[in-house]
């Protein structure tokens, strides 16, 4: 089942700040979060495991709450370099010590001059 | 450098014609990956492989097979290509258990007529 991620779309102005939601109706073990630009493939951003861990890759940090299994990626000082669309992938066990992501349909960040 | 690499980036192909999409990594990774991406519907995953000759249907296998015969190369195949497989299809890999990163490919932007 697909993570659902909101809001589907965001425009900002160099500087502004954005955060994406991504939320499961499942247990979460662990989020990923990924961008990628227009044309281009998805690129790793980091991955949460535990519950309200932050972790941050330059300005971009995320949360993970893992009791409302939700996890949330804060753009602060967005850069023009920042836009693309932001996928959220959930990752679930395939047995014995093989996993899978399902990734949410994304979010398209639009960081304009 | 790590590196994923996909042997077409551009395919246009008829309908009932036999599709075979290429993947290769660079990174001696155990696990592989193929996933087709829609507007709209996020990346949707179809196989994955966690070993050589092994294999494990994703979310939307129906329509599509793939081999693994060499750890380093995944091929999705389209056994009779049908319109509604107009997709773009990318190829990831990662390490074997939890927290690792998925490294994308290009893409194949597919067009079936």
């Known amino acids: 089942q697909q993570p659902v991620q909101s809001p589907q779309a965001v425009i900002l102005r160099e500087g502004e700040d954005a955060v994406i939601n991504c939320s499961s109706s499942?247990?979460?073990?662990?989020v990923h979060w990924y961008r990628q630009k227009h044309g281009e493939a998805p690129v790793f951003l980091m991955i949460?495991?535990?519950?309200?861990e932050q972790k941050g890759h330059e300005k971009i940090s995320a949360s993970f709450n893992e009791k409302k299994q939700q996890s949330s990626l804060y753009l602060t000082a967005s850069q023009l370099s920042y836009s693309g669309t932001y996928f959220c992938g959930t990752e679930r066990s395939s047995g014995g010590s093989n996993y899978k992501l399902t990734f949410g349909k994304g979010t398209l960040l639009t960081v304009n001059p | 450098d790590v590196k994923v690499t996909q042997s077409s980036r551009y395919l246009v192909k008829r309908t009932g014609e036999k599709v075979f999409l290429e993947c290769v990594q660079d990174?001696?990774?155990?696990?592989m990956f193929w996933y087709r991406q829609d507007p709209g519907l996020g990346l949707r995953l179809i196989y994955f492989?966690?070993?050589?000759?092994?294999?494990e249907k994703g979310d939307i296998p129906e329509g599509y097979s793939v081999s693994r015969e060499k750890k380093e190369r995944f091929s999705l195949i389209l056994e009779s290509a049908s319109t509604n497989q107009t997709s773009m299809y990318l190829c990831?890999?990662?390490?074997?258990?939890?927290?690792?990163?998925?490294?994308f490919g290009p893409g194949t932007r597919l067009t079936v007529t």
């Open positions: 492989s966690y070993d050589v000759k092994m294999k």
């Open positions: 499942k247990a979460l073990y662990s």
């Open positions: 990174m001696d990774h155990e696990n």
């Open positions: 949460l495991l535990k519950g309200g």
């Open positions: 990831a890999s990662s390490l074997v258990g939890r927290l690792h990163e998925q490294y």
